[in-house]
């Protein structure tokens, strides 16, 4: 059986609009930045809905670089499951699908303000839950927080619970980071 061909990270525009868009610009010094959109462009440079109003997150070049090659591990693992196209990374717009845009958001919501030297904890802690797990959480981060520079409630307990959740691997009865995250909200 030949694989699905999609854009990105599993977008494929004949099934949804609706999906997250990756912008790396060509400049080292320039922030990534993240758009969840609602329409396709067919030409390769999208610009519908690359405004202030659907931008979820922006990351500096350093703390994505060390969240790009996870990510794209993790991502393409899930795809491979579903026998679609892997994608990569790199300089432009990658457009990615909605569940895994989700997931992507997440994880540089809970990193954005922190400490470089945190992010291993940050990766260790959103591979340590399930996808819907990670779904729920951009959910509820996103319903009151959902823009870049909205940086309090839900978005600040994401942060704390997989920043700075010291989880050890011999104890097992510390809860899940979701039940610390809700006692913390």
Do not use: C
């Not at 599993?10 to 993240?34: C, M, N, Q, R, W």
């Not at 679609?84 to 717009?93: A, D, L, P, S, W």
């Not at 996103?142 to 959740?165: F, P, S």
Request: glycine letters at 6%.
């Amino acid at each position: 059986m030949a694989k699905k061909r999609a854009l990105g990270f599993g977008y494929t525009p004949e099934e949804s609009k609706h999906h997250f868009l990756l912008v790396t610009p060509k400049s080292p010094k320039e922030d990534i930045a993240v758009y969840e959109r609602f329409e396709w462009d067919e030409a390769e440079e999208q610009n519908t809905g690359i405004v202030e109003e659907n931008l979820k997150v922006t990351l500096d070049r350093h703390k994505w670089n060390l969240i790009k090659d996870p990510l794209t591990t993790a991502f393409n693992n899930r795809l491979k499951e579903k026998d679609v196209t892997v994608g990569r990374f790199k300089i432009g717009h990658i457009p990615v699908e909605r569940l895994l845009g989700k997931e992507m958001v997440l994880l540089m919501w809970a990193i954005e303000d922190s400490d470089p030297q945190l992010i291993p904890m940050a990766l260790k802690n959103w591979m340590g839950l399930s996808r819907e797990e990670r779904w729920w959480l951009f959910t509820m981060a996103n319903a009151i927080t959902g823009h870049a520079d909205d940086k309090r409630g839900w978005r600040k307990a994401v942060r704390y619970a997989l920043t700075e959740n010291p989880i050890d691997d011999e104890d097992k009865n510390q809860g899940s980071i979701l039940e610390m995250l809700y006692k913390k909200v």
